[in-house]
């Protein structure tokens, strides 16, 4: 079961290394029910992955993985009845936003360029051509 510092690591279900090396411990109808799912198990300290199905005539239904090691675990979580205060947790929980390209200071396009992150992510317009620097701002981390 892997610490519990890992919970603020980036981790995506559904583009990590379980979702091709696990094992399935469910089997849901809709991928929203699998990230309920991964929900449940990451609260109880368990890494899962998402498989959903590749292509319109892939009749497989979205399953959840995790590490074989995690397996027994994992279905007692899934087994026990969900209360309705874990799901309305869950539903309280805040979306990320999605990530929206900055706009050029100088001309205010959008064709700008990631050219690098370190100290600050610098930028630079494809119309152009200005460069600028963009500070991280650390408390508007929201998600």
């Not at 892939?58 to 969900?82: E, F, N, T, Y």
């Not at 947790?89 to 700008?112: G, H, I």
């Amino acid at each position: 079961m892997p610490d519990q510092c890992t919970e603020s690591e980036y981790w995506d279900p559904h583009y990590n290394e379980i979702c091709k090396g696990g094992v399935t411990v469910a089997e849901f109808q809709t991928a929203e029910e699998c990230d309920f799912a991964v929900y449940l198990l990451a609260k109880g300290g368990i890494r899962a992955g998402v498989v959903l199905p590749e292509r319109g005539l892939d009749l497989r239904w979205p399953h959840v993985r995790v590490s074989p090691d995690d397996k027994r675990v994992a279905l007692d979580i899934l087994a026990q009845p969900v209360t309705t205060a874990e799901r309305a947790e869950y539903d309280a929980e805040p979306e990320c936003e999605p990530f929206a390209l900055p706009r050029c200071p100088k001309c205010t396009s959008c064709d700008v360029v990631l050219e690098a992150v370190a100290n600050g992510n610098s930028w630079r317009c494809d119309i152009c051509r200005e460069s600028w620097t963009e500070m991280p701002n650390i408390t508007d981390a929201s998600c």
